[in-house]
Nanobody, 125 residues
Framework: QVQLVESGGGLVQAGGSLRLSCAPS?????????MGWFRQAPGKGREFVAA????????LYGDSVKGRFGISRDAAKNTVYLQMNSLKPEDTAIYYC?????????????????WGQGTQVTVSS
């Protein structure tokens, strides 16, 4: 499995922005897979946030973040980003990056086979 490392989390006021980054700890795999972001708030299950196909750049978003979050990738840097704007207190969660089993952007956690350790995002009201 590939080790993924997230960064960019932190504390922000409601209405603010953050950008999360995710990259493999080592360039160990061909970047021809979809990448996704999920999040988990305290006491809740893991929720799909966004996904992007690596080759085509097609994107998919969860309903709760549509219009506020943007996922992108930089093939040269082997990195995927999650730009989060207009943050709300309910966006508070641990955010996880995941590598897809194929180049298909899916909202299902079972379609991903490598996960990062997560980065904490806290939005204060």
């Amino acid at each position: 499995q590939v080790q993924l490392v997230e960064s960019g989390g932190g504390l922000v006021q409601a209405g603010g922005s953050l950008r999360l980054s995710c990259a493999p700890s080592r360039p160990t795999f061909s970047m021809s897979y979809a990448m996704g972001w999920f999040r988990q708030a305290p006491g809740k299950g893991r929720e799909f946030v966004a996904a992007i196909t690596w080759t085509g750049g097609n994107t998919l978003y969860g309903d709760s973040v549509k219009g506020r979050f943007g996922i992108s990738r930089d093939a040269a840097k082997n990195t995927v980003y999650l730009q989060m704007n207009s943050l709300k207190p309910e966006d508070t969660a641990i955010y996880y990056c995941a590598k897809g089993k194929c180049n298909y952007g899916s909202s299902g956690a079972g379609d991903y086979d490598s996960w990062g350790q997560g980065t904490q995002v806290t939005v204060s009201s």
